[in-house]
T-cell receptor, first 118, second 113 residues
Framework: GAVVSQHPSWVICKSGTSVKIECRSL??????MFWYRQFPKQSLMLMAT?????????EQGVEKDKFLINHASLTLSTLTVTSAHPEDSSFYIC??????????????FGPGTRLTVT | AQSVTQPDIHITVSEGASLELRCNYS??????LFWYVQSPGQGLQLLLK??????LVQGIKGFEAEFKRSQSSFNLRKPSVHWSDAAEYFC???????????FGKGTMLLVSP
């Protein structure tokens, strides 16, 4: 149980275009999902916390108008990188907060999406 | 605010030798502690976690970790490393009740023949 998927697994887009990344909890409901960014050979940096039915909470320094987050259902959150530029190229990982049979909320991670902006 | 320190950026271990990856945390209350492994281009796989109880935690793939409150440490160990263990390892601390995770910078494990 507690499987989180991301789509696409990799995407190449041209500078100035927008790209949408989906994060789905496949076998549990998640009122809260998280979006991370990981630069090569570096750790995960939390970008934002996504709550179902409400606005996302962004970490300091993350442009909310550039990284649009929508959490319209209990199993789906989307991250849209708007007007992408080469510096947005990165590995984006989502996680979903769930119980998955336990009694303590945990984050379950997706496999990540590699974004390359040319 | 909580923080995690992984003092070793790279570690090279011979196949079959024992392994210990260090992790120190800073957090005012009892932390939730995690170890994740990440292969190149892949997401995170949870190796083990500590919430409460027995301070020696067993995980998958033969890994274990010991929570030492007095040293604010949660070191990861494996008695005999396999070549397939070569990957990046991340220690993380979670805030109870919300599960906000703070990650260390990671330790890259290289396994030599």
């Amino acid at each position: 149980g507690a499987v989180v998927s991301q789509h696409p697994s990799w995407v190449i887009c041209k500078s100035g275009t927008s790209v949408k990344i989906e994060c789905r909890s496949l076998d549990f409901q998640a009122t809260t999902m998280f979006w991370y960014r990981q630069f090569p050979k570096q750790s995960l940096m939390l970008m934002a916390t996504s709550n179902e039915g409400s606005k996302a909470t962004y970490e300091q320094g993350v442009e909310k108008d550039k990284f649009l987050i929508n959490h319209a259902s209990l199993t789906l959150s989307t991250l849209t990188v708007t007007s992408a530029h080469p510096e947005d190229s990165s590995f984006y990982i989502c996680s979903a907060l769930g119980l998955a049979g336990g009694t303590i909320l945990e984050q379950y991670f997706g496999p990540g999406t590699r974004l390359t902006v040319t | 605010a909580q923080s995690v320190t992984q003092p070793d950026i790279h570690i090279t271990v011979s196949e079959g030798a024992s392994l210990e990856l260090r992790c120190n945390y800073s957090y005012g209350a009892t932390p939730y502690l995690f170890w994740y492994v990440q292969s190149p281009g892949q997401g995170l796989q949870l190796l083990l976690k500590y919430f409460s109880g027995d301070t020696l935690v067993q995980g998958i793939k033969g890994f274990e970790a010991e929570f030492k409150r007095s040293q604010s440490s949660f070191n990861l160990r494996k008695p005999s490393v396999h070549w397939s263990d070569a990957a990046e390892y991340f220690c993380a601390v979670g805030v109870a009740g919300y599960s906000t995770l703070t990650f260390g910078k990671g330790t890259m494990l290289l396994v030599s023949p």
